[in-house]
């Protein structure tokens, strides 16, 4: 029987590196098109979203940083602190809504 409280080291911070980078990544390419939409509609809102969510990328990708640091470090997995994760949803519900508001923008109708 194998003990609940015993870990591979090695996994976890890895999977959550990779956790962090994918959700990094898909806000800034969020906002890379809300910044082409903004730039080809002449729309300054829409460019300006798009370097919020721009910030909010890098944000995400230096919270990924920090947590693989500290689970590398801990013996024992650790909670994300609740500012982080305050921030991480706040960038993430940023993109998709910018997103829905660049699409909706550029909608014929």
Same mark, same amino acid.
Request: charged share 10%.
């Given at each position: 029987?194998?003990?609940?409280?015993? *870990?591979?080291? /090695?996994?976890?911070?890895?999977?959550? %590196? @990779?956790?962090?980078?994918?959700?990094?990544?898909?806000?800034?390419?969020?906002?890379?098109?809300?910044? *082409?939409?903004?730039?080809? /509609?002449?729309?300054?809102? @829409?460019?300006?979203?798009?370097?919020?969510?721009? #910030? /909010?990328?890098?944000?995400?990708?230096?919270? /990924?940083?920090? *947590? *693989?640091?500290?689970?590398? #470090?801990?013996?024992?997995?650790?909670?994300?602190? @609740?500012?982080?994760?305050?921030?991480? @949803?706040?960038?993430?519900?940023? #993109?998709?809504?910018? %997103?829905?508001?660049?699409?909706?923008?550029?909608?014929?109708?």
């Amino acid at each position: 029987m194998t003990d609940a409280t015993a *870990r591979d080291p /090695g996994l976890q911070p890895e999977r959550t %590196a @990779l956790a962090w980078s994918r959700t990094s990544f898909a806000v800034a390419v969020n906002a890379l098109l809300v910044l *082409r939409e903004g730039l080809i /509609g002449d729309k300054s809102l @829409l460019v300006a979203a798009s370097v919020v969510l721009l #910030a /909010g990328a890098a944000a995400i990708l230096a919270v /990924g940083w920090h *947590r *693989r640091r500290s689970l590398a #470090a801990a013996g024992t997995p650790l909670p994300l602190p @609740l500012p982080m994760a305050w921030t991480v @949803l706040g960038a993430t519900l940023l #993109a998709c809504a910018a %997103a829905a508001w660049s699409m909706l923008a550029s909608s014929p109708w």
